[in-house]
């Protein structure tokens, strides 16, 4: 079963979503490109993240078994109105991610993935770059490109 490490407000995007619709964009694949362009930045981010250098001990005791769950190439699923995409890690899968975002009482956490999947400034330049996404498309829509 899949847990939800990102937490993020829709809110301000439902309402472009509501702008798009009204200038007649298309919502499915506008969501699905912002989707998926979110899920790439994160994979890419988690990867950058997931250096030696970055891990407990310097990596000592790494054996990249955790690398290996990093979601790659993720898609969005339709189902109905309503999409989804799994992003970060697969923790259905063996690793110590969740062990590396938080730490554990004589293992400091990995802070670049912290950073990632536990601070807020992260979650907020997420959002900002999938409204950037939503808002690109209304201004061709209203500009007539």
């Known amino acids: 079963m899949a847990r939800k490490l990102f937490n993020l407000n829709y809110s301000e995007f439902n309402e472009l979503l509501t702008k798009l619709d009204g200038v007649g964009g298309d919502l499915k694949s506008v969501v ?49 109105t309503i999409a989804e995409i799994g992003i970060g890690f697969d923790f259905d899968k063996p690793g110590a991610a969740g062990f590396l975002i938080t730490g554990t009482p004589r293992m400091q956490p990995n802070y670049a993935l912290q950073k990632i999947y536990k601070r807020k400034k992260y979650m907020k330049d997420i959002q900002q770059d999938m409204a950037d996404i939503v808002m690109d498309e209304i201004d061709k829509k209203i500009g007539g490109s």
């Open 32 to 80: 699905t490109d912002a989707l998926e362009q979110t899920a790439e930045t994160v994979e890419d981010d988690t990867k950058e993240a997931m250096v030696k250098s970055n891990m407990p001990a310097g990596g000592k005791y790494s054996t990249s078994k955790t690398e290996k769950t990093i979601v790659k190439n993720a898609r969005v699923s339709w189902s109905g």
